[in-house]
């Protein structure tokens, strides 16, 4: 079992910035591509950004720009970086993860607990 525990997050006013991280917890044998989605109420959870294992990046283009994705193998963490948010990126902000726990088994995904993004206009 995998578990993936976020922090950072909170309330910031418009133009701020907030920086997210997730480690991952548990067995692991490997890691494949992490990244981070949201929810905003009323919408369907949507990708934020992604990082896969060699490094290559895949953003939204509602956040290119403003945000950067980037991972520490080693601490098997992956952080968000958001500047100049706006009131449109409240949402609740979930980690996701792929990981095999042996080499046995295929690559499973996890999400983290999410944490709410609240920018104040």
């Known amino acids: 079992q995998v578990q993936l525990v976020e922090s950072g997050g909170g309330l910031v006013q418009a133009g701020g910035s907030l920086r997210r991280s997730c480690t991952a917890a548990?067995?692991?044998?490997?890691?494949?591509?992490m990244g981070w989605y949201r929810k905003a109420p009323g919408k369907q959870r949507e990708l934020v950004a992604d990082?896969?294992?060699?490094?290559?990046?895949n953003y939204a283009d509602s956040v290119k720009g403003r945000f950067t994705v980037s991972r520490d193998n080693a601490k098997k963490t992956v952080y968000l970086q958001m500047n100049s948010l706006k009131p449109e990126d409240t949402a609740v902000y979930y980690c996701?993860?792929?990981?095999?726990?042996?080499?046995?088994?295929?690559?499973?995904?996890?999400w983290g607990q999410g944490t709410q993004v609240t920018v104040s206009s």
């Open positions: 996701k993860g792929d990981f095999r726990t042996s080499r046995f088994f295929s690559f499973y995904t996890y």
């Open positions: 548990g067995i692991i044998f490997s890691i494949n591509t």
């Open positions: 990082i896969g294992s060699g490094g290559n990046t």
